[in-house]
């Protein structure tokens, strides 16, 4: 842990002995170095915390300031960027450039924590890796009998790590049934085998960084009729992403969605190739993975 120390003197000119001391020591609190998940639906919150402590005979007033190095407030990795703002004033921009003023009292030779809580907006889809900033800390000091002080303090770094994520959903189903265990798989409906019938899906998906899709089938790219008789299997045509392939065995494939909120869509498409036979419910299960790279 690092502790950064610096001092202004107010006091009466005649009586230079007497001068009034208001030392700041400033680190950053526990939660400077956070944890954001682009698709989680709440800000993440950081707390900076900036300890004054007072040396002299008089009670200290100051106020602080936060200023960005480089004048935005925006955690950098790269050419990448995740906005930040102050948690109290939601929405605004640094005033001039920084953060503040946040006033604080420091009794005569006491000390008072102040804490600024920063937050991260939810919904910024970046790659993964640790975001920086690095910020100043700046303080107005006067104390009763001495004259305003402008005070530079310390480097306050404030870190977000972004892991890679990435979420799936998929549309245009028939409407799947709530129970208990929650919602049911959804489900593509031929109604009547007619050979040669296409139903289509969309795979939705969000992530911030590659992904590998896999599509398995229970029944290795064939409906099966219910019961116990395996007899007349139906086969069926997978086409992901305008790409015919084969379930026979689970397929596995890369891709890279937009870093934005609305993600990608891939069309798969199942069509009938054989005629219906025998009588009675014809089902596979197909199912979709997406594990981030």
């Known amino acids: 842990m690092k502790y950064w120390l610096f001092a202004v003197l107010a006091g009466c000119a005649a009586t230079p002995a007497m001068a009034e001391t208001c030392v700041l020591t400033a680190q950053p609190g526990a939660s400077a170095r956070v944890s954001y998940d682009p698709f989680a639906g709440a800000p993440t919150e950081a707390e900076v915390v900036i300890i004054v402590r007072n040396s002299g005979a008089e009670a200290c007033q100051a106020r602080i300031f936060l200023t960005p190095i480089d004048g935005s407030a925006t955690l950098q990795l790269n050419q990448y960027r995740l906005n930040y703002e102050d948690r109290q004033f939601r929405g605004a921009s640094p005033r001039g450039g920084q ?10 030779n006491g000390s008072e924590t102040l ?3 920063l937050q991260i907006p939810a919904g910024q889809v970046v790659p993964p890796g640790t975001y920086l900033s690095e910020l100043t800390t700046r303080a107005l000091s006067s104390s009763a009998s001495g004259d305003p002080s402008i005070i530079d303090g310390p480097n306050l770094s ?13 549309a245009g189903t028939t ?3 709530i129970h208990a265990g929650g919602m049911a798989p959804a489900k593509v409906d031929f109604g009547e085998i007619v050979q040669g019938a296409t139903e289509r899906v969309f795979v939705n998906v969000w992530a911030n ?13 064939e409906l099966r009729r219910d019961g116990t008789d395996p007899i007349s299997p139906i086969r069926y045509q997978t086409t992901f992403d305008k790409q015919v392939v084969s379930l026979s065995a689970p397929y596995r ?17 199942f069509t009938l190739l054989d005629p219906g036979r025998l009588a009675g419910i014809y089902r ?10």
Request: overall charge negative.
């Open 284 to 293: 596979d299960t197909v199912t979709v993975t997406i594990d981030e790279n």
């Open 253 to 269: 494939t890369q891709r890279i969605p937009p870093l934005s909120a609305s993600g990608a869509n891939y069309e798969l498409a």
């Open 158 to 170: 404030l870190q977000a790590d972004v892991g890679a994520r990435a979420l799936v959903n998929i």
């Open 115 to 117: 804490r600024i809580s």
């Open 209 to 221: 960084s590659s992904v590998s899709i896999t599509l398995s089938s229970e029944n290795g790219g």
């Open 99 to 108: 953060f503040g003023p946040y006033p604080i009292s420091v009794p005569a």
């Open 175 to 177: 409407a799947s049934s």
